[in-house]
Every structure is written in structure tokens, then in C-alpha cells.
């Protein structure tokens, strides 16, 4: 029996709409495969955000493993941080997590990782997809009396709470009555970052910690919970506001005005105050090819090496080991701190941001006030609430329709078209869609793109 799975990886990563394109007993299938890549008695962690859709491939996904022989540690509901934090310290052998899309709401997405933490790459997939061809001929079969178990992890998430603070000055956060907004978009997040922050004596208002099913599925962040998140940091007087991803790798930041902190903005605040990367002189940054060009003159000045790579499901955690790098990042708001580990961990970069504005003294928008800023031409459309709350399937419709290659960034899709970087997202401020690109006085061809992509999006 021949299976295809190639109608579920996209985007280098595996994906597909439940009891469509990926039911469950795909999802069986998926784990069969992957449990016979590894040896009998291997363990396996495996978590979940709060969806039922994911929750339902979770437990499909768990029978095929253990058909295999191999043994499950279950952390159930979880950030994505958190089960790569537990594969490395429980020694575990990979791991598997099941969390729904941001820019595809519909879709679940199913990461694979080995035994670093690291997320399979695009050629990893490929391989398992290759191998499903001949299934079942190359599925291990356990007999009854070796049929993997599965147990449960308790204390993990203390664990790990205790863990992250060690990395930053505790003190100086504790004293610096620091009050933020912390919008966990419904998501495992809501388990870990309000009772860490208050550990560290942080005021916090703590948005969406919980589960809400709803009967049509939305992407969380979006634009009403960003603007919402603002709103509450302006009338709060609070420092900062923080929109989380639904898996915990990511967030949108605001600072004490409600305005948005871009991601070239936090990179260079990253590189230029934090201690750690400082002292770290001369090793390498690591940062995607799509991320703007005025970062590369501003690292050089900072005393680093730069290294571009392409933002693909797990290379640049991989770069970091290979290349020795003191920090990373990704322009999809991805930052990693390899002297905690080779992974992006929002809460992990909120407290580290904490430590900094605490050190210092100052408020977000003082750090980032005097960086320099990336040359863009922009436009602006205005759009009605309709096409507002239709944002994210307008865009995939587009992108399908016209293959496009993108970048998702919560509040904003990065559309690259014959190697210019287009920028599209939508207005905190007014209903407007905000197309924009980096101008460059050599090489024009960013508003020839521009005006290109927005024929496309409006036609």
C-alpha cells in the first residue's frame, strides 16, 4: 500500500486540515513512520497547544509511535520552548509537537525534532515522505510484550520557570517595578509567562491565559487583540504591551505608547545591551537573508561577524552550533540565545528585554529611539472591517493563487518577488493595509515590486 503525504508538506514543514487532507489515521501513519526511525525503547516527547483538532492527531499520532517500540513522555498542553526545554533535558531522542497554524488558521501543523531540540529540516521531511511511499514495508512492528509506554512528566513546567531566571539579573527586575501587558492569545503560554513574571515581582496584566473554543477558527494574534493589547498599555501607563504566538516562540511587542517595535529595532537592542552577547566579541551573529540590510553595517560596528541564512524550519538553530554564534535571529520574530540553548523562547526574550530596560533604566522606546532605521517606500490602502477581519485569507488565497514565496510575522506577511522583500501588514493605527519595501538608491527595483504586488493583491 503506497501512501502520499506530499499534499501535506508545505512550507517545509507538514501540515494539512483535519479529516481532510490529514485525518487521523494519517496521523497514525506519520508516527509509525517516524517511531521506526528511531531504536526500540527511544523516548519521545510530544505536546500539544489547547486545540481539539491538534489534540485529536496528538493522540493518533502517540498509537503509531508506540506500535514501534518507542516510549512517550507526554507533556500535554505545552509552549513549544517548553517540550524542546524537555527533550534536551530528559535526554529524550526527538520529539513531536501538534499546534494549529498562524497564517493558515485551518491548519495543523505536526513539528518534528531530533535529539538537540532541533526542528527537522525541509530534507529531513522530504526523507520521511519519500519513506511513506513504501509503507507499511518499512514499519517496525513491536510485539505485544515490547509495545512502547507512556508517561507523563510532572513538575516540568516548575522546572523550567525555575530555570529561565537564572539567565537574567533577578534583582534589578524585581526592583524596578516594571508593570507590562501580556496578551497570551489563548495558548500554553497562559500556564508559564504570568506566573513567571510575578516570581519576578513584575506588574502584570495578563490577557487570553486561557482556552477559548470557538466555532470558527481565527488567528490569534491578529490585528484586534494587537490594537486591544495597545490600547490597554496606554491607558494602563504600563511599559510595555507583549502578543504572544499561539505555540510561545514569538510575540508582537508594543512599547509604553502603543507603537510597535519592529524587529530590526530588538535585534540591534539585543546586540548592543545585552552583556552576555556583548562580552562574546568577536564571535558571530546569525540572522535570516530576508532580514533588513541596515542590519549588516550596524553588527560590524557592534564588533561581530555576520552570517546571513536562509529562514528555513531549523537552520538557523543549527547554524548557531555549527558557526559558534553568540546570538541569532530570525525576521519572523525568532530570537535565540545560545547560552540558554540553540531555540527561540518568547518568555525567555520578554525577561531578558526586562533585564535590559531595568539595567538601564529606560523605557523601551528611549533603547531603541537612536538606532537607525531601514530606507522604506511604503503605501497606504484603506481597507473596511470587513477585509480587516478577512486579512489572513485574503493573503493565502493570494499567495496560493500566484505561488508566492512568504514569511509570516503575526501581524504582517514578507512576500519575497525576484529577490525584493515586500512587506504587508496591517495599520495599528487605522483601518489601512501598509504595503512596503526596502528602498535602496543603487538598485530601484523595490517600488517597481511594490507596485507589482499590489496589482496582485488588488486586482
Same mark, same amino acid.
Given at each position: ?13 507538514i ?19 517516524h ?6 525503547n ?17 493522540? $493518533? ?5 508506540? @506500535? +514501534? !517500540?518507542?516510549?512517550?513522555? #507526554?507533556?500535554?498542553?505545552? &509552549? /513549544? ?10 535526554? $529524550? ?5 501538534? @499546534? +494549529? !497554524?498562524?497564517?493558515?488558521? #485551518?491548519?495543523?501543523?505536526? &513539528? /518534528? ?24 514495508? #518499512?514499519v ?7 509495545i ?19 539567565f ?11 508593570k ?36 470558527v477558527?481565527a ?30 516562540q ?6 509604553e ?45 557592534q ?9 528555513k524550519?531549523g ?13 541569532a ?11 540558554f ?24 522606546s ?28 485574503f ?8 505561488n508566492?514565496?512568504?514569511i509570516?510575522?503575526i ?34 527595483t ?14
Amino acid at each position: 500500500m503506497a501512501l502520499e503525504l506530499g499534499n501535506i508538506l508545505k512550507r517545509g514543514i507538514i501540515a494539512g486540515r483535519v479529516n481532510e487532507n490529514l485525518p487521523p489515521e494519517m496521523s497514525t501513519i506519520l508516527g509509525c513512520l517516524h517511531g521506526s526511525t528511531l531504536k526500540p525503547n527511544d523516548i519521545l516527547v510530544m505536546a500539544r497547544d489547547y486545540h481539539k483538532d491538534s489534540r485529536m492527531l496528538k493522540r $493518533a499520532y502517540a498509537a503509531g509511535i508506540l @506500535s +514501534t !517500540g518507542v516510549d512517550i513522555l #507526554n507533556l500535554h498542553d505545552s &509552549t /513549544f520552548p517548553l517540550l524542546q526545554f524537555s527533550i534536551r533535558r530528559f535526554g $529524550a531522542s526527538g520529539g513531536a509537537y501538534f @499546534s +494549529t !497554524g498562524h497564517l493558515y488558521n #485551518n491548519d495543523v501543523e505536526i &513539528t /518534528f525534532l531530533d535529539a538537540g531540540g532541533f526542528i527537522y529540516t525541509s530534507s529531513q521531511l522530504e526523507e520521511l515522505v519519500r519513506t511513506s511511499r513504501k509503507f507499511p514495508k #518499512n514499519v517496525r512492528r513491536a510485539e505485544p510484550i515490547n509495545i512502547g509506554k507512556i508517561s507523563s512528566i510532572p513538575h516540568t513546567v516548575d522546572i523550567y520557570m525555575k530555570a529561565l531566571p537564572q539567565f537574567v539579573n533577578k534583582a534589578k527586575i524585581s526592583d524596578a517595578n516594571l508593570k507590562i501587558v501580556v496578551d497570551c492569545s489563548f495558548g500554553p503560554t497562559g500556564l508559564i509567562a504570568p506566573n513567571l513574571l510575578s516570581s519576578l515581582d513584575v506588574n502584570i496584566i495578563a490577557l487570553n491565559t486561557f482556552h477559548q473554543e470557538k466555532k470558527v477558527k481565527a488567528s490569534v494574534p491578529n490585528i484586534k487583540t494587537i490594537r486591544s493589547c495597545a490600547d490597554i498599555v496606554r491607558a494602563s501607563h504600563s511599559d510595555l504591551g507583549i502578543c504572544f504566538s499561539n505555540d510561545g516562540q514569538r510575540f508582537i511587542l508594543v512599547d509604553e505608547n502603543g507603537i510597535e517595535i519592529d524587529f530590526e529595532d530588538l535585534f540591534m537592542l539585543f546586540i548592543t545591551y545585552d552583556d552576555k552577547i556583548q562580552d562574546s566579541k568577536p564571535n558571530s551573529v546569525i540572522v535570516s537573508e530576508t532580514s533588513s540590510k541596515v542590519l549588516d553595517d550596524y553588527v560590524k560596528s557592534q564588533g561581530f561577524d555576520l552570517i546571513k541564512k536562509k529562514s528555513k524550519p531549523g537552520l538557523i538553530s543549527r547554524s548557531i552550533r555549527e558557526a559558534r554564534a553568540c546570538f541569532a535571529a530570525a525576521d519572523s520574530n525568532e530570537f535565540y540565545f545560545p547560552y540558554f540553548g540553540p531555540i527561540s523562547d518568547g518568555t525567555l526574550t520578554l525577561i531578558k528585554l526586562l533585564d535590559i530596560m531595568a539595567s538601564r533604566e529606560s523605557l523601551l522606546s528611549d533603547l531603541t529611539r537612536n538606532f537607525p532605521k531601514t530606507n522604506k517606500i511604503s503605501k497606504k490602502i484603506s481597507v473596511d472591517t470587513e477585509f480587516i477581519d478577512a486579512f489572513h485569507k485574503f493573503i493565502t488565497q493570494k499567495i496560493e493563487k500566484h505561488n508566492l514565496e512568504f514569511i509570516d510575522i503575526i501581524n504582517e506577511v514578507k512576500i519575497i518577488k525576484d529577490d525584493v522583500n515586500i512587506t504587508v501588514k496591517l495599520s495599528l493605527s487605522r483601518d489601512a493595509v501598509i504595503i512596503s519595501g526596502e528602498y535602496d538608491e543603487e538598485n530601484k527595483t523595490a517600488k517597481e515590486k511594490l507596485e507589482e504586488l499590489e496589482k496582485i493583491l488588488f486586482e
